[in-house]
């Protein structure tokens, strides 16, 4: 049985093995009310088509039937599997490629045809059945004696395909660890076996790119189990692939995206500062201050999630504890988030710049600073 498609994507584009159509030597040109032919869809069927390979199929534009000279652009593609390329076809079979410049140069001259090559390649799929879908685009020409892109034809085009994947797998074909605290080392687990028609297929082994995820086999009713752990390291974005190998004699192997956020132990969003406009010669009500906050979450689960304020000063380190009242309260539900409001005192003529350090103990770290921003409600 095999896995119920998650997503659609498009490619392009269309075929035909027939001959162009006999062109004359020179091309019309640009009528002059602007109007362009109404156009029906370029329509092709690629077929099921096994993963990881990929089909290509030329398409060639009958150009003629603008009724001008147009230079082809580009193609349009809304999915991420397909490709596509533009040529000028000789009629000894010398092909160029269009580079998509509005250059004259790139419009099809005497005995040349456009052709629309397009490639769908599976191999940049997740290992999920894709039934029969049906996609849409269209080739971007442009008249070769317009100025503005309004004039610009768009050629629909209709694809239709599917994909075959010889695998199960369930129940992540992508594995995402979205934020991962440097103090943690999550793992997610998914299940692989050959489909009825691979049923035997063996997975003898697993490969990362990237050391800092760790990727293991386990035997498993019929085929394996993978566990992927990760262990963080640098902060930021990070993505790697896991390859699962089979021992069908094709090299067939089962691919897994894997993505996940290094994120420090201890975080404030949406960032880490609180910043404010306030009438420097009045204290703030409690009101005022309402929305004045940060929320800070201690990820490490081996220490309590309380926070203490361990000073506030100003940019030259001064101290500035009498100016600034700084609460910290439990966030409901979430028992690992701490909301940090700060309300002015008063005592200042001006705006305030500094910051405000959070520690899990007064006299220790670890500690978070805030920066604290107050901004002078009189000033214009």
């Known amino acids: 049985m095999r896995t119920a498609a998650l997503a659609s994507c498009l490619a392009w584009a269309a075929c035909s093995d027939a001959a162009p159509t006999p062109r004359p030597s020179a091309l019309p040109s640009a009528p002059q009310d602007g109007t362009a032919p109404v156009l029906e869809a370029l329509e092709h069927d690629y077929g099921t088509i096994p993963h990881p390979e990929s089909r290509s199929h030329d398409f060639v534009v009958d150009v003629q039937r603008l009724g001008v000279r147009c230079i082809p652009l580009r193609t349009h593609l809304d999915c991420s599997c397909g490709r596509a390329e533009m040529l000028l076809r000789s009629k000894d079979g010398h092909e160029r490629i269009v580079d998509g410049s509005p250059n004259p140069d790139n419009a099809p001259g005497p005995g040349e045809s456009l052709v629309v090559r397009v490639t769908i390649d599976t191999v940049t799929k997740e290992a999920v059945d894709l039934p029969a879908v049906t996609s849409h685009g269209q080739v971007v020409l442009q008249p070769i004696e317009a100025t503005a892109s309004v004039r610009r034809i768009q050629w629909p085009l209709v694809l239709r395909y599917g994909i075959d994947v010889p695998v199960d797998v369930h129940p992540f074909t992508a594995l995402d660890f979205g934020k991962v605290p440097m103090c943690t080392a999550p793992e997610l687990q998914t299940a692989i076996r050959g489909d009825r028609a691979h049923a035997a297929w063996k997975f003898p082994s697993v490969a990362s790119s990237d050391p800092a995820i760790e990727a293991s086999l386990t035997p498993e009713d019929g085929g394996v189990r993978l566990h992927v752990r990760c262990r963080p390291g640098e902060p930021g974005n990070h993505r790697c692939l896991v390859s699962v190998a089979t021992d069908d004699a094709s090299g067939y192997r089962v691919n897994f995206p894997v993505t996940w956020k290094v994120v420090p132990d201890i975080e404030a969003n ?80 001006d705006g305030f710049r500094g910051t405000v350090v959070l520690a899990k103990d007064a006299a220790a770290g670890p500690t978070l600073p805030l920066e604290l921003a107050m901004f002078s409600s009189l000033s214009r």
Do not use: C, W
Not at 286 to 306: I, K, L, M, N
Not at 322 to 344: C, D, L, N, S, W
């Open 270 to 349: 949406p960032m880490a500062k609180i910043s404010f406009r306030a009438d420097p010669t009045h204290e703030q009500d409690e009101a005022s201050a309402v929305g004045q906050f940060v929320v800070v979450t201690d990820h490490d689960a081996r220490r309590p999630a309380e926070f203490v304020v361990s000073r506030i000063v100003d940019d030259a380190g001064n101290d500035a504890s009498k100016h600034f009242a700084v609460r910290i309260e439990a966030v409901p539900g979430q028992p690992r988030q701490m909301r940090v409001t700060a309300r002015y005192l008063g005592g200042l003529t």
